[in-house]
């Protein structure tokens, strides 16, 4: 099976920064595409960025400029670098192993609280 393990929430003021870590282990290829998603309380989950095997990226409009997405292909791990942070940045953050633009694998996911 994959499993897959988010670090690096917190709680940060409006303007700063965090680097979030998910680490995937199991059954697949170093290369297999990945994604960033995160849910609001009451909200749908929502892609935040999405980054193929060779480090293509693409952004949701609303963190675009701020987030930056990153993979280390050795360690199988993807990073989210989230700069200049804003209130409306808060939730929970979770990584997928995909198929594809599909996620397949979810991490248990990580608290992003953003302080005014």
């Known amino acids: 099976q994959v499993q897959v393990v988010e670090s690096g929430g917190g709680l940060v003021q409006a303007g700063g920064s965090l680097r979030l870590s998910c680490a995937a282990s199991?059954?697949?290829?170093?290369?297999?595409?990945m994604g960033w998603y995160r849910q609001a309380p009451g909200q749908q989950r929502e892609l935040v960025a999405r980054?193929?095997?060779?480090?293509?990226?693409n952004y949701a409009d609303s963190v675009k400029g701020r987030f930056t997405a990153s993979r280390d292909n050795v360690k199988k791990t993807v990073y989210l670098q989230m700069n200049n942070l804003k209130p409306e940045d808060t939730a929970v953050y979770y990584c997928?192993?995909?198929?594809?633009?599909?996620?397949?694998?979810w991490g248990q996911g990580t608290q992003v609280t953003v302080s005014s």
């Open positions: 199991g059954t697949i290829f170093s290369v297999t595409p």
């Open positions: 980054i193929s095997g060779g480090g293509n990226t």
């Open positions: 997928a192993v995909q198929t594809g633009t599909d996620p397949r694998y």
